[in-house]
């Protein structure tokens, strides 16, 4: 079946199965490959991306469903080169460590704060509660979603260039 | 000022966070251009003899370009167990007679598609004849129905001799309390599943892409199972994405992949389902525990025994030895006069036992702990008070164990009070009073874990524990970094960059860190059991070192200087002649006619140990038998702690794993042998809303193994957590009658065992 | 996991989603959301052959009130449902029941008539309809017939619409300021209830305490005849044909209800 939609502000137009999940058109068509694949159930959000602005399950959603929409993923946050706020606070706070899940991780937290710009610690918690990380325990990755609500992210810093203690980005004391 | 010690954000993380890691199955090379894509049939049944495999029908779906049975593959030799076990337990790659597990491998089908694959196994008809299966610690023993009829038993292997134990060692208690306890089997269940690709070359050799904890010991895995010499293999290891032990060496199917790309000849590729992950990775822990304790009314514990049955599951594999280590931690940070432990491994019709984040010591310390509060509510007394008069007082020489480990530093009562005072112990005490006072329903329980923990292991004292790195200055000024390690998650990018700059003056981000390619690696340890910053990091710094000091000879030539005479300026990244700044030359130039580069190798005299305590605070609705997590607070001493930011990562990742074991995760099987939690829907993985933020408190008790003075930390969050958890919710219930709750302390758990109190009161 | 090959089209209007029914017979089934239908697909627990996709249709979304009654499209999404005014003000109980469904990308997506369609006993949204007293529009070829919530889960995922039919809306009783309570028990927040109870007006549901869910009648009876929300609640496992797995056995499911049915008449969330 023919479809048409905009990945990352891009139109598109494709030749797809109609099973082909949305998960699979934008790792194998599209080659973003950010989104990942993390389980069977619709349970784990690994593949997380905002369809028409909001959050979505692209494991869960048939290319087809998506015709005529658009559709962000984690490639699409990043303007030209700078971090996303929300990138930038997952940074900021080591909200990632092997990575796996971080792409729907923020994808999720962008949708979150979309919805709810100013949450609480269990709103954040909440929010999250299709996201499953292994690695961080979600410790970081709750401080990193209130960081970007809070606006105390901010964008990257370049990196320092002398040799001593103001070499590398250091993370703020108290952030 | 150094830059060791501080919050480094990482360098690896722009591109994860923009474009993605780039795992095993994202990869895009040439030399996998025209994969094909490989999939498994496997068991249904637990327990079963194969009738036959019948492949016609799959043979004819689309796309479909082969399928094989253990039939084809008679080159393949079985897969032996380990020296130790009963080798009578080897098994083919694919089944041939029997399958063991629900899961087990039974065919391969491969096809053009990836979205071809499912639809093809489906056809794949195979005819089982079930055989009884063997699910619980009491079946295996029993030998009654036996995986591996020509082993004669289910015993895979015994770690010292049950008949030797000690029937006085309790003689002298007051007191003396035992129970058998359950350490769960739990899934490890990285976020990524495992995958493969691989691609044979004109020159005989196998390029193979697979997720690892180290490249060189799967490139000798896989040059095992498929006959090959280690140079015939070569691995490069793309992002990883998590692991957790269970990603070591190389699995069947891994080798699988590799074997029909060579049969088909063209590049193949796998990835596993969710669904396969749960059941065909190995799983963690499964561990049966008889723990007896005893002393003295006083608080003095004067004698202990473990005595564990290890679930091994269908394979022999790691996890049947990790016994061995449970063993070696039997008696933890405590100064227990009299301790022996046994242990049995047996296999079950269940999926195999492997490592899992702290792979044989969380059980040592889950066993322990749980003891420990058993004794105190036998005698009545506060835990912590119990702990404190039974731990071993600080030291800095190294202090042997009598069941052979040798801790090197240790101030366990030290970080026993820190907790404490972090969580305000008293405090919760008195909380807790009040509303036993008031009746809530909803019970406050306070939970308490000292450890001890073994990282960056050897192979015993012959192979002393050691890691290599190269480090190599460009004339750029920027520099490359080779490690033996293999990190998926961990952040050596930055913190091995951390060690090189802090010696060189190179920016960090301007140092390049690579690993996992065996061409370009060829030793290494790996990143697992807790030892990369010690050994591996210790080898950067000491390689950077040895640079400077190569360095400083073409600068004395350079500058007509001495080599005495020069000074390495740090902050300029150049050398100088002490006093004249004026005469200097930057590190970087002098790699301009010849390379400058370093491969060292950094030899630890042993292992580490670092230890802590936990305090675990829980709520348990005592109507629903629900527990909510409110609280976690540890010490986590793991001596010199180089990068805070990654540190704190690795204890909330750990605490996260271990709380979960304590009153969440656990992998069911029926009595048939069917897995009950083969999704993420049904195994209860933990997700944000189970835990709350973590409270970390510092403290760093140097080792003097290495010149960083670390030890490693990446596992010790999980084992400390597990039994604070567990031991607060089973307090949480103390004035009910509660004595003990086995893990996952589940809502039905917790319920059932506050109905048996009542019935007991 | 992936669907098996299947056909797919996109209806045009509720009735023509009646004719492709129609015409495609019992290898076709209707695609809303999909977060019901889909996971049962990939794990190929369904293996329709057509999917006629009625997701999009403008008469099937949208929430409005009409003289007593909310009337929901049947492919609103719980997300819409949750965040309504109009629902948090005159149904909240069904507004916290979308809100509960899965999580929230779950809830961008599934609809209400696709969960109720797919009559899971375990989920929400069929135990707070059978709460509030509501039903649901079915259209077919003989045009659209109500049909209460009492008579709409027939057993276990099976509902009362016969082939051809499709659901267009879900209507439930206006009642702003009535005193409503809402229960559900799991081990994580995403889970489908282990015991799930609703209570407003009199009315008590339980969900996963049988095939389909369950109206606590003995319970209800107590209350009606003056007794206390302890002393009803101790009456609701009466009736129920609960099921065992790995979350609870039969005995800790009737427990469970008795507990969370005293909490809904408590009006605790």
């Not at chain 1, 959050?55 to 996303?84: F, I, M, P, Y």
């Not at chain 2, 997700?687 to 490693?712: C, H, I, R, W």
């Not at chain 3, 969900?207 to 003056?226: F, H, I, S, V």
Request: hydrophobic fraction near 40%; glycine fraction near 10%.
């Amino acid at each position: 079946m023919q479809v048409e939609l905009f990945v990352n502000g891009q139109p598109r137009s494709d030749d797809v199965e109609p099973r082909l999940l949305l998960v699979h058109y934008l790792r194998e068509v599209c080659g973003l490959r950010a989104a990942n694949v993390g389980c069977d159930t619709t349970s784990c959000g690994a593949c997380t991306v905002l369809l028409n602005g909001t959050s979505v399950k692209s494991c869960t959603v048939l290319t087809v469903q998506a015709n005529g929409q658009q559709v962000t993923t984690a490639e699409g946050l990043a303007d030209d080169g700078r971090l996303h706020p929300v990138q930038a606070a997952f940074r900021q706070e080591h909200g990632l460590q092997c990575g796996f899940c971080t792409p729907g991780m923020v994808m999720a937290a962008v949708g979150l704060l979309s919805e709810n710009p100013d949450p609480t610690e269990e709103e954040v918690r909440e929010g999250l509660e299709g996201n499953f990380c292994r690695c961080t325990g979600y410790h970081n990755i709750v401080r990193a979603v209130l960081a970007a609500a809070t606006g105390t992210a901010g964008t990257t810093r370049t990196a320092g260039t002398s040799a001593t203690a103001a070499d590398g980005e250091r993370a703020e004391v108290g952030a | 000022m150094s830059i060791l010690g501080t919050r480094v954000l990482r360098t690896e993380d722009p591109r994860f966070l923009t474009s993605g890691g780039v795992y095993t199955e994202d990869v895009v090379d040439e030399r996998l251009a025209g994969a094909c894509h490989v999939f498994f049939v496997r068991s249904p049944v637990a327990h079963a003899r194969i009738g036959g495999i019948d492949v016609s029908a799959a043979l004819s779906a689309p796309g479909v370009v082969a399928a094989f049975t253990a039939a084809d593959l008679g080159e393949l030799a079985p897969i032996k167990p380990g020296p130790m076990f009963n080798q009578q337990m080897a098994r083919p790659i694919l089944a041939s007679d029997k399958v063991r597990y629900v899961g087990d491998l039974v065919a391969i089908v491969v096809t053009e598609q990836a979205y071809q694959g499912e639809d093809a196994v489906e056809l794949v008809d195979v005819d089982y004849d079930p055989l009884p299966a063997v699910i619980s610690f009491a079946d295996a023993a029993a030998d009654k129905v036996l995986l591996y009829e020509e082993a004669g038993t289910n015993v895979a292997a015994n770690f010292g001799d049950a008949s030797q134990l000690d029937e006085h060692l309790f003689d002298e208690c007051e007191v003396v309390t035992t129970r058998t306890i359950l350490n769960q089997r739990v899934a490890p269940a990285p976020m990524e599943t495992r995958a493969a690709a691989a691609a044979w070359g004109e020159d005989g050799r196998v390029t193979a892409w697979i997720p690892n904890q180290g490249a060189q010991g799967t490139q000798a895995g896989l040059a095992r199972l498929l006959g090959l010499k280690a140079e015939q293999v070569h691995i490069i290891t793309p992002d990883v994405g998590g692991a957790f032990g269970a990603k070591f060496g190389a699995d069947p199917e891994h080798a699988l992949v590799a074997w029909v790309a060579r049969q088909l000849g063209r590049p193949a590729r796998w990835s596993e389902t969710r669904y396969e992950n749960l059941i065909a990775m190995t799983h963690g822990r499964a561990q049966q525990q008889t723990v007896t304790i005893g002393g003295q009314r006083d608080g003095t514990v004067l004698a202990y025994r473990l005595e564990i049955v290890q679930d091994s599951g269908a394979h022999v594999r790691i996890g049947a030895m990790l016994p061995f280590l449970t063993i070696l931690m039997t008696s933890g940070p405590y100064a227990i006069p009299r301790a022996e432990s046994v242990a049995t491994s047996v296999v079950t019709t269940t999926t195999s036992l492997g490592a899992y984040r702290g792979a044989g010591r969380p059980e040592a310390t889950a066993a322990i702990e749980r003891a420990m509060d058993l004794f105190a509510a036998e005698i009545g007394m506060d835990p912590a008070e119990v702990r404190r008069r039974n731990l071993l007082p600080p030291f800095t020489e190294p202090h042997r164990t009598k069941f052979g480990a040798l801790y090197d530093t240790g101030d366990y009562v030290a970080a026993l009070d820190k907790v404490l005072a972090a969580a305000g112990y008293d405090e919760l005490r008195q909380e807790q009073a009040e509303r036993r006072a008031r009746g809530d329903t909803v019970a406050l329980g306070i939970g308490l874990a000292s450890y001890v923990e073994i990282t960056g292991m050897g192979d015993g004292e012959e192979a002393p524990p050691q890691e290599n790195a190269t480090v190599e200055v460009h004339p750029d000024g920027t520099a490359t970094i080779l490690t033996g390690t293999s990190p998926h998650g961990q952040g050596h990018e930055t913190a091995w960059a951390m060690l090189a700059s802090d010696q060189l003056g190179i920016p960090v981000d301007k140092i390049t860190l690579k690993w996992g390619d065996t061409d370009l690696v060829p030793e290494g340890g790996g990143t697992g059991g807790s030892r990369s910053l010690q050994h591996g990091g210790s080898a950067v710094r000491q390689a950077a070192q040895e640079l400077l000091e190569i360095a400083r000879e073409r600068a004395a030539s350079e500058l007509e200087a001495s080599p005495a005479d020069l000074r390495f300026d740090v902050e300029r990244s150049a050398f100088e002649v002490a006093g004249d700044p004026d005469a200097s030359v930057p590190l970087a130039s002098l790699a301009e006619e010849e390379r400058l580069l370093v491969r060292t190798v950094f030899t630890a005299p042993g292992a580490t140990f670092p230890f802590g305590s936990h305090v675990a605070v829980v709520e348990v609705d005592t109507e629903t038998g629900k527990v909510v997590l409110r609280r976690i607070v540890t010490v986590d001493d793991a001596g010199f702690v180089l990068n805070p930011l990654l540190a704190e990562g690795q204890r909330h990742g750990g605490i996260a794993q271990g709380a979960a074991q304590a009153f969440l995760e656990e992998v069911v099987y029926d009595d048939d042998g069917n897995p009950l939690t083969a999704s993420f829907a049904d195994y209860p993985f933990l997700s944000a809303t189970e835990v709350p933020s973590f409270e970390l408190a510092d403290m760093q008790t140097l080792t003097s193994y290495n010149p960083l003075g670390v030890k490693g930390i990446g596992e010790a969050g999980s084992i400390g957590a597990t039994p604070a958890v567990q031991n607060a919710v089973v307090d949480a219930l103390a004035h009910l009658g509660v004595r003990h709750i086995d893990m996952p302390a589940s809502p039905q758990r917790v319920w059932r065992a506050l109905q048996a109190a009542k019935e007991n009161a | 996991m992936i669907p098996a090959p299947f056909d797919y089209v996109a209806a045009q209007s509720p009735a023509h989603a009646v004719d492709l029914l129609d015409s495609l017979g019992d290898d076709a089934k209707l695609l809303a959301g999909g977060h019901s239908l889909l996971p049962m697909m990939k794990l190929r627990l369904a293996v329709p052959a057509v999917l006629i996709d009625i997701g999009r249709l403008a008469e099937l979304t949208g929430i409005r009130a009409e003289d007593g009654e909310l009337v929901i499209g049947a492919a609103t999404p719980h997300a819409t449902v949750a965040t309504s005014g109009l629902a948090q003000a005159d149904a909240p109980l069904l507004a916290h029941s979308a809100g509960l469904v899965g999580d929230p990308q779950i809830r961008h997506r599934g609809t209400i008539g696709g969960s109720l369609a797919h009559a899971d006993p375990a989920a929400d949204l069929p135990m707070a309809l059978l709460a509030l007293g509501g039903s649901v529009d079915v259209l077919g070829q003989a045009g659209t017939r109500n049909v209460a919530a009492e008579d709409f889960f027939t057993g276990f995922f099976e509902t009362s619409l016969k082939p051809g039919e499709l659901v267009t809306a879900v209507r439930v009783p206006r009642r702003p300021g009535a005193a409503w309570g809402y229960q559900k028990f799991v081990r994580r927040a995403n889970d489908w209830a282990i015991v799930g109870a609703a209570a407003i007006d009199g009315r008590i549901a339980l969900a996963n305490m049988g095939p389909t869910p369950l109206r606590a009648r003995a319970a209800e009876q107590a209350l009606a005849d003056g007794a206390g929300a302890a002393e009803a609640a101790e009456l609701a496992a009466e009736g129920t044909e609960p099921g065992e797995d790995v979350h609870a056995d039969r005995g800790y499911r009737r427990h469970l209800a008795r507990v969370l049915t005293r909490r809904a008449l408590e009006h605790r969330t």
